[in-house]
């Protein structure tokens, strides 16, 4: 699947470039800049992608999936650069893939707890999330993050880091994926709400 069908598919017009280093500044808003990502655990990022808004970043996922019983635990850590003036005010994540469901199984379930690091994201308001699936489907699961400015953070942006540890479980007969090995299954997009100051 090409990046282009791949953009088709999660019906979002930005989408962000491969590997951005560079801050990109638009007519009317600032933008963050992206440090590459890094998976541990059982995943790995298969690619990485900037959007043309400066506030979404897409993670393509490799390799994170259970089967028949097995645990896979995958954690995600995203270097950002906020802007000086600027502070986060809410963090969208959206997670894309599918399920298997045979007969009789008790299903799968896709669980993520968040973690923030560094001033520049202030302090976050996220409860651990999990989803149990009971059938076979394509899934698009969101979670909204509430971030709470810190006293003195607006003095000039800076880096953070967020963190995400998802954990995806299955029972016997059942599998679950969110990987690029289907074309129902692909992704973890971010999207980041800038505040001025």
């Not at 999660?10 to 638009?26: D, F, Q, W």
């Not at 390799?63 to 645990?71: I, K, L, Y």
């Amino acid at each position: 699947m090409n990046f282009k069908q791949f953009g088709v598919l999660l019906s979002l017009s930005t989408i962000l470039g491969l590997n951005v280093i560079g801050t990109k500044v638009l007519a009317d808003e600032s933008s963050i800049t992206f440090g590459d990502a890094i998976a541990s655990g059982g995943c790995k990022i298969e690619g990485q992608l900037a959007g043309e808004d400066g506030r979404t970043l897409s993670l393509i996922l490799d390799n994170f999936s259970a089967f028949s019983g097995a645990r896979k635990r995958c954690i995600l850590r995203i270097q950002t650069f906020i802007p000086s003036g600027f502070i986060i005010q809410n963090v969208q994540v959206l997670y894309q893939g599918n399920t298997d469901i045979n007969r009789g199984s008790r299903g799968t379930s896709l669980s993520r707890t968040y973690s923030f690091s560094g001033g520049a994201f202030g302090q976050a308001v996220a409860r651990p999330q999990t989803t149990n699936f009971a059938a076979t489907k394509a899934f698009a699961e969101q979670d909204e993050i509430t971030v709470l400015a810190a006293s003195g953070l607006c003095s000039g942006g800076g880096q953070g880091q967020l963190g995400i540890n998802l954990v995806a479980q299955s029972s016997a007969g059942s599998s679950i994926f969110v990987d690029t090995a289907d074309l129902n299954a692909g992704d973890v997009i971010l999207r980041f709400d800038l505040k001025r100051c």
